[in-house]
């Protein structure tokens, strides 16, 4: 379970086209900005349950995940450091991540730094308020937004937004996900289900073609901003 929290928020990391970032907003808290498929407010809490699947063996696990504190992160510009404050993700209570959230006008904008002690932005990209099937993500490769559907997870119906990545992975990361693949190369797959006005529901991803190695539904959440939600 706990090499597996990783795989939740690598989207953030894995596949982006550039080495550095710099946000577009930093109004930290702003009423007029409102990130209605990844709620960004402090003290907004999800908990999932999750299933791995290894050949006949079903591993059950669960954890939570929670924008904890308010920190101040950096961006290089023309050889400076600008200075803004971002939400930190923790995982169980403990703030060991170096995941960030902000929300902006165009949505949630997911950030991750290239440590603690410098703190300045790595990658980012952004969760739209207004996605677009077919939609490519900004900043990624092999992300697209691939319409909408209805689903349930254990917290109940949700219509969602689905974001599909289907990739190919580098070396590094062939170590990681041997056994995660799609072929019997190196393509990955996997989806991600955001439902407006609640968050990230759910995760699936697939190894070989049709077989699902690892699924991820929320049972549970508690969040500040549901503005246009559509939990049912």
């Known amino acids: 379970m706990k090499k597996y929290i990783i795989a939740i928020l690598s989207v953030i990391i ?3 086209s550039s080495n550095s970032y710099q946000p577009p907003c930093t109004e930290l808290d702003s009423d007029n900005l409102t990130s209605l498929y990844f709620p960004v407010a402090l003290g907004n809490k999800w908990s999932y349950d999750v299933v791995k699947y290894d050949g006949d063996t079903k591993v059950n696990e669960d954890y939570e995940l929670e924008l904890c504190a308010v920190d101040t992160i950096y961006y290089v510009k023309d050889g400076n450091r600008i200075p803004f404050e971002a939400y930190r993700a923790c995982k169980e209570d403990q703030q060991n991540w170096n995941f960030y959230f902000v929300k902006c006008s165009d949505g949630a904008h997911l950030l991750t730094i290239n440590d603690w002690y410098y703190k300045e932005l790595k990658s980012g990209w952004v969760i739209p ?3 677009n099937e077919g939609d490519e993500v900004s900043n990624m490769d092999g992300y697209v937004w691939r319409g909408q559907d209805v689903i349930t997870v254990p917290s109940g119906e949700y219509q969602v937004w689905i974001l599909e990545e289907i990739r190919e992975l580098n070396r590094k990361e062939m170590k990681m996900h041997r056994d995660h693949r799609i072929d019997g190369n190196k393509t990955v797959r ?7 006005g609640v968050g990230l529901i759910k995760t699936e991803e697939y190894g070989a073609p049709g077989v699902l190695t690892s ?3 929320m049972d549970s959440f508690n969040v500040k901003d549901t503005r246009g939600g559509r939990a049912k």
């Open 14 to 16: 894995v596949g982006c």
């Open 129 to 131: 308020n207004s996605p």
């Open 190 to 196: 996997r989806r991600y289900y955001f439902a407006e």
């Open 215 to 217: 699924v991820m539904e």
